[in-house]
């Protein structure tokens, strides 16, 4: 396993020397971070410890340097650029040198392997194409392994079933709510997945999934399923991704040095405490970054894996700092949501969470949820039923008051790549 298997003391001085050569280099090539590293040397890193001291990046910062201001190299030596989706104001940039690439491909071969692919493994990859990091990510790593690379994207649900028969795909690629409207529009279409298909493994990653789902994408796609951290300005896919173990997701740590911080204070969490998640990339040369913020709530282990990887385990993704809820005081987070709805037998993966301003000023919370084929044929008496069993689920486990309501079947509009499933009507009223 190479550097994923180096003992803790090897891998602490490895990160060491990679974290001088990082604040020696922005220091000089970054004016952005000339200025917030000023009166520091790398001659003052003598501890991994003395990363609690240096500055934060985040999102902001990557929009007030909009387009390429924190670029640490001339851009004739930029070979590829990738930007987020911009919803809202500017995009954030990131951009890749050859040298990039390389280390692009080389991470994203180990995520792949982590799940037992080899070259004689015909890949699947759902992931959207495009400046979105997620379908080139991993279909850079998949053609340095040398699997069978089948470039689909997203969308066309129907077209993808018909490719995943085939061309006999063994690995799907794709964000777990894709993978479910694959699986529901094989089951409407009587596709036998299990008879038909061959996928044994898939990489599900981009949008935050709990336990209960991965039982849903294993028992309806008959694979094991395997979770995928990545955020476009760190890498892209390839940061981070669980063994056969799936007891956390291993962080390639010889690149991306992890923290985790209390997102209000900005202070280390001791221990295995849950936090904010924090990297510095320690090998990157187009797009560095010191300390960067991604929002994301995990807990770290630094445990040895059973596995044999000694890097660092990420828990799944909690949810984001900044999509937690205050409902009624209340701090509410959509996987907590999600985890409730699916223990409910009945109640099928697709939901959406609504929240709004009542008539008493106080928010009200509601959530639209779909019931499963079997449940829906049981009649109008038995979705009363289950819409009571969810409903007293959820409160028992937010705390608070909400509503549930039960819609038909394909009620909830179908996402093609990351799902919406938060409509916060609040700041409208």
């Known amino acids: 396993m190479g550097p994923e298997s180096l003992d803790r003391e090897s891998l602490s001085r490895l990160q060491l020397d990679r974290l001088r050569s990082l604040v020696e280099r922005i220091a000089r090539d970054v ?35 909009y387009p390429f201001g924190l670029f640490a190299v001339p851009q004739r030596e930029v070979v590829r650029i990738h930007a987020s989706s911009g919803t809202t104001g500017k995009p954030t940039v990131v951009g890749y040198t050859r040298a990039d690439m390389a280390l692009w491909g080389e991470v994203m071969v180990r995520t792949l392997r982590a799940g037992g692919v080899t070259e004689d493994d015909v890949l699947h990859n759902a992931y959207g194409y495009g400046l979105f990091t997620g379908g080139l990510g991993f279909g850079h790593g998949a053609e340095v392994l040398g699997a069978s690379t ?40 009587g596709i036998d997945i299990a008879s038909r298909l061959r996928l044994r493994v898939g990489f599900f990653g981009a949008e935050p999934w709990t336990e209960a789902m991965r039982e849903e994408l294993e028992g309806r796609l008959g694979l094991e399923a395997f979770d995928v951290y990545g955020l476009s300005e760190v890498m892209g896919p390839g940061v981070a991704v669980e063994c056969a173990e799936h007891r956390g997701l291993h962080i390639q740590e010889d690149h991306f040095l992890p923290e985790v911080i209390d997102p209000d ?11 904010e998640l924090v990297f510095t990339t320690l090998t990157k040369e187009a797009l560095p970054l010191l300390r960067y913020r991604t929002r994301d709530r995990v807990r770290l282990t630094r445990e040895p894996c059973p596995c044999g990887r000694t890097t660092a ?10 999509d937690m809820l205050i409902v009624r005081g209340v701090n509410v987070f959509p996987s907590q949501i999600e985890e409730a709805l699916l223990g409910v037998s009945g109640v099928a993966p697709q939901y959406v969470i609504l929240v709004d301003r009542g008539k008493d000023h106080l928010d009200d919370l509601e959530i639209l949820v779909e019931p499963t084929p079997e449940a829906e044929a049981r009649g109008e008496f038995a979705l009363k039923e289950l819409q009571r069993l969810a409903q007293t689920r959820v409160e028992s486990i937010l705390g608070i008051r909400a509503r549930v309501e039960v819609v038909r079947s394909r009620g909830i509009e179908r996402s093609q790549g990351k799902a919406a499933r938060v409509l916060d009507r609040r700041e409208k009223s």
């Open 265 to 275: 204070s900005g202070k280390p969490v001791p221990g295995d405490g849950e936090g």
């Open 313 to 322: 385990r990420m828990s799944k993704v909690q949810g984001r700092t900044d």
């Open 31 to 65: 004016p952005f971070y000339r200025e917030q590293l000023s009166g520091v040397s790398p001659g003052d890193i003598d501890s991994l410890d003395v990363l609690s001291e240096l500055p934060f990046t985040d999102k902001k910062t990557l929009r007030d340097q």
């Open 150 to 189: 089948v470039p689909v994207s997203s969308g066309n649900t129907a077209r993808q079933l018909m490719l995943l028969e085939d061309f006999g795909a063994t690995v799907l690629c794709a964000t777990p709510s894709y993978a479910l409207v694959l699986a529901e529009a094989a089951e409407q279409e």
